[in-house]
Structures are given as structure tokens and as C-alpha cells.
């Protein structure tokens, strides 16, 4: 629980990202250097200064370790961590490693359309402004989806079937940019983002929690550590690409309906690897999987 909401600090963090420039700097800047420049001098300066009042907490209250195990995983293991053993165990994991594709292509998504938002929507038209409600817009729903998911979840233990169906609706969302995107309308546009965050943000935590499951008694530390690498590298490439789409195109609207598409791929592959996970619970119903293994 607290891996998945400590997960959801990014998202939230971003909702502050694409509120606060929009505040401080407006699109008729560009055409004042001189205040324009001051005025992201002001946005750095209160940038740096809600950061370093943030950190605060964490060098005064921050501990090495809790006075307790963490978790059912920590508390068993009484001696170091062995990554080679518990990296091979991972390997070997089908499920696990489904579970990673499925994370890494949907994760890469909300990485790279907050990265080309501003490409994507700039040759129909919208502002700056327009952006940053289209971001706030996408990760407020997001959240919101974590947290209701969050607790059918935990009443349900339906993690797999939750997967898949959040993954396959993103396919469904995601694809209709192609449509309302055009249409140069914030509000359709703003709706139809809302819908993408309340099914590509959960995945986060809810993969995180799942992959727990897949792999115990392995460290959380160790499973979704290895499950967020590859989604970094993959979200970052993605969004270059993304960029690169957007602006190499002869027609500038041509571009973001191409990026739209290779995001709508990205989570197709997502929902398709989805439907190959094992739902084997081996912390909550460890004799099930048991069962499962003979």
C-alpha cells in the first residue's frame, strides 16, 4: 500500500507541474523577452522553494529503516538480499514478466502525453492555458481512478480482471483523440482526456500491488524495482519519439493523430499481454497458488 501510494506522488506532483507555469507565464510573454524572462526567473525561484520546503520533512522525520518489517516479505528474510537468486527467480516468472510489459507500455503512455501534450495540441489551436487544464484534467482523473480501483481492489482481490480491463478501455479512450482532438474543442477534448488518465494512471499502483503478489516472498523493493526500469527507459524513448513525430510531419496536423496512434498501440500491447497474466496470489492465497503449482 504504501509502495503504490507512494507511486501516485508523481502523478500528483504533475497536477502542480501544469498548473503553476500557466499561472506565472503567459503565451503573450514570448513576444516581451525582457518580462518574459523575469518571469520564469519568478517560476524557478517558487519552483526551488516548494521543493526545498518539501524535503524538510524528509531529512527531519526520515529513519534508515521502521522499527518493524514492512511487510509479510521483510519480516521473513533474515539474511541480505541476494539479487542474483531473487533476479533469476523474477526471470523465470511468466506472469511477473507479462505483468511488466503490461505496466511498461501503459506507464509509457502517461509518461510521454504529459511530455507532447503541448505538440500535440498546438497546430489545432489550443493554448497554453488549454494545456495545462488538459494536464490537470488528466491526472486529477487519474488519481481518482487509483483510489476508486484502489478500494474495489482490496474488497475484491481482482487484480488480473482489473488489469484487463482498464488496459483495454485506455485502447478504447486513447483512440478517441483521433476523433476529438480535431474537433477543437477543450471541452470534448478535456473529457475524453479524463477518460485516459481514469484508466492509464491505476495502473501504477495497482501493478504494483499485483506484482507483490506475483512474486512473493520476493522483496517489494526488488519486484517493482525491476518493473519500474524498463518503464522509465521505455516512457522517456516514447516521448521522444512522440516529439519527434509531431514536428518531422509535411502537415503539422498530420503528426499528433500519428503520435496518438502509436500511443493507442503501445496500449493495445498492454491490454494483449493483460490477458496472458496468471492471477496467482501468493501472499493473500498462498495455498491457491500452491494448488496451482502442483
Do not use: W
Not at 476508486?148 to 481492489?153: A, E, W
Not at 478501455?169 to 476523433?179: D, K, P, Q
Amino acid at each position: 500500500m504504501s509502495t503504490a501510494l507512494g507511486g501516485l506522488a508523481l502523478p500528483i506532483g504533475c497536477i502542480l507541474g501544469f498548473v503553476l507555469p500557466v499561472t506565472l507565464i503567459g503565451a503573450d510573454d514570448a513576444y516581451h523577452p525582457v518580462e518574459g524572462k523575469k518571469k520564469v526567473n519568478e517560476y524557478i525561484l517558487i519552483q526551488n522553494c516548494i521543493v526545498t520546503v518539501a524535503t524538510i520533512p524528509l531529512l527531519i522525520f526520515a529513519r534508515d529503516k521502521p522499527p518493524t518489517p514492512p511487510s509479510a516479505a521483510a519480516s521473513r528474510r533474515e539474511e541480505p538480499l541476494n539479487f542474483k537468486s531473487e533476479l533469476k527467480a523474477l526471470m523465470s516468472n511468466r506472469s511477473y514478466l507479462l505483468l511488466c510489459v503490461t505496466f511498461t507500455t501503459l506507464y509509457g503512455v502517461y509518461t510521454a502525453v504529459g511530455a507532447v501534450v503541448n505538440a500535440l495540441t498546438e497546430p489545432y489551436g489550443y493554448t497554453p492555458g488549454d494545456n495545462a487544464i488538459f494536464g490537470g484534467i488528466f491526472i486529477f482523473f487519474g488519481v481518482t481512478g487509483s483510489f476508486v480501483l484502489g478500494i474495489v481492489i482490496d474488497r475484491t482481490q481482482k487484480f488480473k480482471l482489473t488489469i484487463n480491463v482498464i488496459s483495454t478501455l485506455a485502447v478504447i479512450f486513447i483512440g478517441c483523440g483521433l476523433l476529438t482532438l480535431p474537433l477543437q474543442s477543450t471541452i470534448v477534448f478535456s473529457a475524453n482526456l479524463a477518460f485516459i488518465g481514469f484508466t492509464v494512471i491505476p495502473i501504477i499502483p495497482i501493478s504494483y500491488g499485483f506484482a507483490v503478489e506475483l512474486t512473493f516472498p520476493t522483496p517489494e523493493a526488488m519486484s517493482n524495482g525491476m518493473m519500474i526500469l524498463p518503464s522509465q527507459i521505455f516512457g522517456a524513448s516514447m516521448g521522444v519519439v512522440a516529439g519527434i513525430i509531431c514536428e518531422s510531419t509535411a502537415d503539422s496536423k498530420t503528426g499528433p493523430l500519428l503520435t496518438i496512434g502509436l500511443f493507442t498501440g503501445s496500449a493495445a500491447v498492454s491490454a494483449i499481454c493483460s490477458y496472458f497474466i496468471k492471477e496467482d496470489l501468493r501472499r493473500l492465497r498462498p495455498k491457491d497458488a500452491l494448488l496451482g503449482k502442483q
